[in-house]
């Protein structure tokens, strides 16, 4: 079983600044890539940040040069530091692991942390 465990969510004023972590653990044998999504009230889920094994990164134009994705030493941890934040950020934030459990696996997952609730005051 795989487990994605978010931290760090919370209240910023306007211009301020968090940083979300999520930690994979369980029976992982490769991870494709690791992202955030954000899903506000009555709108859709969206992608915010994503890094790939590689180190590629990709972000939503909305938060580019305000967010930055980052990977831990493992390598099943993922960052997301926000900066500059707005009242238009507040969400909840997923975080997201595609990836293999085994080396029989042919085809990766997707798999969903329980989200963590980002609200940013004006």
């Known amino acids: 079983q795989v487990q994605l465990v978010e931290s760090g969510g919370g209240l910023a004023q306007a211009g301020g600044s968090l940083r979300l972590s999520c930690a994979a653990s369980?029976?992982?044998?490769?991870?494709?890539?690791m992202g955030w999504y954000r899903q506000a009230p009555e709108k859709q889920r969206e992608l915010v940040a994503a890094i790939t094994s590689d180190g590629n990164t990709n972000y939503a134009d909305s938060v580019k040069d305000r967010f930055t994705i980052s990977r831990g030493n493992a390598k099943s941890t993922v960052f997301l530091q926000m900066n500059s934040l707005k009242p238009e950020d507040t969400a909840v934030y997923y975080c997201n692991a595609d990836l293999r459990r085994t080396i029989a696996d042919i085809r990766s997952r997707n798999y969903w942390g329980q989200g963590t609730q980002v609200t940013v005051s004006s």
């Open positions: 369980g029976s992982i044998f490769r991870i494709n890539a």
